[in-house]
Nanobody, 119 residues
Framework: QVQLVESGGGLVQPGGSLRLSCAAS????????MGWYRQAPGKQRELVAT???????NYADSVKGRFTISRDNAENTVYLQMNSLKPEDTAVYYC?????????????WGQGTQVTVSS
């Protein structure tokens, strides 16, 4: 099994910054990518950013230039630095880990951390 533990969420004013962390443990082999998704009330879960084991990143258009994803492979941890936060960034942020087993991809999720952007 895979365990993902997120931290770093909270309340921040518009224009502020937060840094999310996600530590992976358990059967964390053959990792293809880790990432962050978010879900606002009444909306579907959406991609925020992903990063592959070799550091290739992908961002949602809405966060490009403001958010930066990074990872520490030795610590099996992924980070999301969020700058210039907007009220529309308010959501529960979920960490994800995708790994391959016998050619099939499996995705695991953290429990989520709340990010609220409000004055």
């Amino acid at each position: 099994q895979v365990q993902l533990v997120e931290s770093g969420g909270g309340l921040v004013q518009p224009g502020g910054s937060l840094r999310l962390s996600c530590a992976a443990s358990g059967s964390i082999f053959n990792i293809r990518a880790m990432g962050w998704y978010r879900q606002a009330p009444g909306k579907q879960r959406e991609l925020v950013a992903t990063i592959t084991q070799v550091g290739i990143t992908n961002y949602a258009d809405s966060v490009k230039g403001r958010f930066t994803i990074s990872r520490d492979n030795a610590e099996n941890t992924v980070y999301l630095q969020m700058n210039s936060l907007k009220p529309e960034d308010t959501a529960v942020y979920y960490c994800s880990l995708t790994r391959a087993i016998m050619g099939t991809s499996y995705t695991y999720w953290g429990q989520g951390t709340q990010v609220t952007v409000s004055s």
